[in-house]
């Protein structure tokens, strides 16, 4: 995978990693298009487009799209499949999750893609060992934090 | 100094702007709020700011100043710190960054940090964005962690050693050893996913490592069994699969290792034949893993019966309802249509079928694979489908279906009749879209089908008198029209019934071309050459005179030059005109048809001194195309001769006086070169009779696209006064399509003789004769 954008219909981005090197500006302009292009696509259009010379998978979860570029030897329907999980992983943790939480809790939308993606590869297929990860680091900056204010 | 506000805080506050203005201006209050919180290097609350500042970077706002804090927070001992400070790292400090290496030091601490999650964050930092530079500083770090016991630092090490090797391919070596265990049974499942990613990476980057890990196979076979047949496993489940992820991951690892090998591929074709048959389909999951086997049976050696079971496996996907299944499989076909040509012809119908579908890519991918699966057998029923997509399709596809259908036709045609009557569908349904190539390549198919002109020229008239919009259509029938306007009128065709037109209806539609705000400039430069041809073939000369008379004082330079030409012509060389203007013959078919290259002048390349109204600029089938389609210039080639006198290639020209002029004489004398005779080599000679030495004398010369020119050093840049010596050159050039042109000399005057005097050359070799022409004039 070389990068995940997630944006909403409007045409904010709510999320961008990229997985490969790539100027700031060469960024907001891929975005921007990309936005473009997907968002004109009509709702019973394939979720597979070719874009520059990428494949793109995408996915539309309520009022946010999931939008990944692969590689051309990379399976489009099983990039689906990561997505879903994805967003699995993000329901599972925010409890019924919806744009808002992503908005306002985006750096632990991060953190559980950072545990569940590395480098564009899935690093664990088990949904709960994921999810306890997360837990346990979550667990640990409680921790950290209580320890501040006890010594402040 | 009140606390910064929280990250929620601002976000809520951001929200409610109303305009980009009132966005902009929260913003920038901010940042100068947090700017001078770094200033004050304030620990407490830096991990809040960087926090909010990403937030605003996401936004679209710079946040470049936040770079040293987060490295600032990397090297916190805080775990909250360093979560943030790491994703600030990965959204701001890619390895452009200058200080993108100063995390190195900090990274490589935390690879040994007592907590494994923070031995987490680094490894995923290095494995996303790391440099080479970082990666090879840590390679090692990276290669103890693959060997450590703990499962959860043990994938998440695999899957940076993945990214060192994608940035520093050398380093490849060093993870070997360490991948000796990963795929044995003691190892929990954990780490066989990222395992299979790392030998998959390994193996696609070596072909060393390829071979080494090729014994994997039947390990990697009985593992992929295993997820089959066990039970349910619900962590890994999705949809009832059993970690349909690993298993894809294995079928495209065992795609690397049977490839071209036997052995390899043997031993896999059981489990595939597994796959393919025991997979639940009515999920997009039981698909993926479809999908991906079927991409391994056909890239391995496997027996043709697991191929006929995949590309059964893309046919029933064609059948599916589900979009992204029908264009993964009009995808893969594409990919085999070459190697399994009967199989996929199999699926032709359902193929066609997809030409329908409303989705653009399957639109686009059906069409694709259709001119694929075009042979001699099925070319009238797959053009009777492909003329209707191309009447019903986007504009998008126009232009290239429009010259597939041209291509396929050609190929296999049935009959003459079918052929022209097919052009003469997409002309008249795609006209404007068909490329430009296309007009010449019709003129030539059209010429040669000699038996067929009668009824292609009625046709073409027709589907003029309709519309006159579509360029291409239009250029081709008044081509048609100047060439063969004589069989129109006397209602020769045999193909169809005949009709009834006279010579001025025929010229009325031509001259309405010329006027038309329809007509582009080529398209009249079209109708005007053919109203000339019409002059021979028919009587209303007056007429045409008038016409071309009219066109002399054009606007259009190219119509003014051609029709001040062609007055020449009636006026001056009424003699040579009906020559002129006979019948093109067949032209042959050259094996390239594109323009070559650029011109060189004494060291310089300069591709523009190629005067262009003395070319088409829309590539030409080669050969004898003739003058007409130059539109030459009479007037200065006054010697042409011998139009259809061709001589043997091995005659030797007599040197010729190429130029004579204020007292510069330039002479050429020719020979052919000895290793490919189709090279002429040219010797100039220049003198000077006058009383001063000409200084700074260049030697340009200027050749159409077609021709291959070299110029070798002069002697010397001074024509000596008094004949007292020469300026030799050599020239070579190379004709390879044997193009006729011409000559014209060209000077630039001076009246002081010592500034620079550049004449340009056309040089004129006949095809097969080599007898040039000298136009000293």
Redesign the interface.
Known sequence: MRFMLLFSRQGK???????T???ERDK?KMVRELMQVVLARKP???????WRDLKIVYKRYASLYFCCAVEE?D????T???IH?FVELLDKYFGSVCELDI??N??KA??IL??FL??G?????????VLK?IE??DL??E???NL?HKMA | MPAPIRLRELIRTIRTARTQAEEREMIQKECAAIRSSFREEDNTYRCRNVAKLLYMHMLGYPAHFGQLECLKLIASQKFTDKRIGYLGAMLLLDERQDVHLLMTNCIKNDLNHSTQYVQGLALCTLGCMGSSEMCRDLAGEVEKLLKTSNSYLRKKAALCAVHVIRKVPELMEMFLPATKNLLSEKNHGEILHTSVVLLTEMCERSPDMLSHFRKLVPQLVRILKNLIMSGYSPEHDVSGISDPFLQVRILRLLRILGKGDDDSSEAMNDILAQVATNTETSKNVGNAILYETVLTIMDIKSESGLRVLAINILGRFLLNNDKNIRYVALTSLLKTVQTDHNAVQRHRSTIVDCLKDLDVSIKRRAMELSFALVNGNNIRGMMKELLYFLDSCDPDFKADCASGIFLAAEKYAPSKRWHIDTIMRVLTTAGSYVRDDSVPNLIQLITNSVEMHAYTVQRLYKALLDDISQQPLVQVASWCIGEYGDLLVSGQCEEEEPIQVNDLYVLDVLEGLLVSNLSTPVTRGYSLTAIMKLSTRFSSLNRIKKVVSIYGSSIDVELQQRAVEYNALFKKYDHMRPALLERMPIMEKTATNGPSETVQTNGETDSTILDTKHLPSISQPASQVGFLKHGFSIQTCAHFRHLNNIQPLNVIIPPMTAYNKNGLIIEFTFERSNPNPNIAVITIHATNSTEADMTEFVFQAAVPKTFQLQLLSPSSNVVPAFNQGSVTQVIRVLNPQKVRCYCEPRTHSASDLQCIQAINFYLSCVPGESNPQPCAS
């Open positions: 981005l709510r999320l961008q990693k990229w997985y090197a790539t100027a907001k019973k259009m394939c979720s597979f487009l070719e030897q399976n489009e329907l099983i689906l499949e990561v999980r908005i306002f985006f750096e991060y953190f950072d545990e590395m480098g590869e899935i690093q664990d297929t088990s949904k709960k060992s990860a346990q680091a640990l900056q921790v950290s934090l501040k």
